[in-house]
């Protein structure tokens, strides 16, 4: 059978609705750069190395280990030197960013690099591919919710998500989490779905804000 992550709760989330969670530590491919995500050489040759190694991967697990599943969407990380480069600033042209795949745990560094191997050999070789690293993430405990729209119009909601945050006496923590559902190439910008994630640092446990723990 094959295996879809995306079923687990951490992928999933309801538009309107702030929910705590706590993340477990999972596997991602990553790639780091900076630059306006619509304009950037950098961003468009990090996206065309993770998506072919991530396919790789994929296929030597099914044909290799008879392990089959579902590539996992697109996921970012997002930060500024000055936040207000994604506010009243706005200047996308200073955005940092991760971006990055989760990819199953049986996969090992190992795989990893034999993968890697693969793809630099092919004659249309990424430009980035060797810049794409292995390395387990563990966020933690975290708010999300669901967005549905332009990527343009996530304002308000992060701003909701923040305010409960303080609210509920937890703080910020880590950096702003984006999960892309949806293939903005094959998707009208209105119905764009994307999960919103901001890591938080617990004043008390965070379950006492829902009147249940976390799981």
Request: charged content about 25%; aromatic content about 10%.
């Amino acid at each position: 059978m094959k295996v879809d992550h995306k079923k687990e709760p951490h992928y999933r989330a309801k538009k309107g609705s702030l929910d705590y969670l706590t993340v477990p530590p999972m596997d991602f491919l990553k790639i780091d750069g900076m630059g306006d995500p619509n304009t950037s050489e950098e961003y468009r040759d990090s996206l065309g190395a993770l998506y072919p190694l991530a396919y790789r991967i994929k296929f030597f697990s099914k044909i290799e280990l008879g392990r089959d599943y579902v590539v996992m969407p697109l996921e970012g990380l997002w930060w500024a030197d000055d936040m207000n480069a994604f506010t009243s600033g706005l200047d996308k042209t200073s955005w940092r960013w991760t971006m990055m795949i989760m990819v199953p745990n049986w996969i090992t560094a190992d795989i990893v690099e034999r993968c890697r191997v693969d793809v630099v050999m092919k004659a249309d070789a990424p430009r980035l591919i060797e810049q794409v690293r292995f390395e387990r993430f563990d966020e933690g405990d975290a708010l999300q919710t669901l967005h549905v729209g332009p990527y343009s119009e996530e304002g308000p909601v992060i701003s909701a998500m923040h305010e409960k945050i303080a609210g509920d006496g937890h703080a910020l923590s880590g950096t702003h989490h984006e999960i892309y559902l949806s293939d903005p190439r094959r998707t009208h910008p209105a119905k764009l779905e994307t999960i919103l994630r901001q890591p938080i640092r617990c004043s008390y446990p965070c379950g006492d804000s829902l009147g249940s723990p976390l799981s």
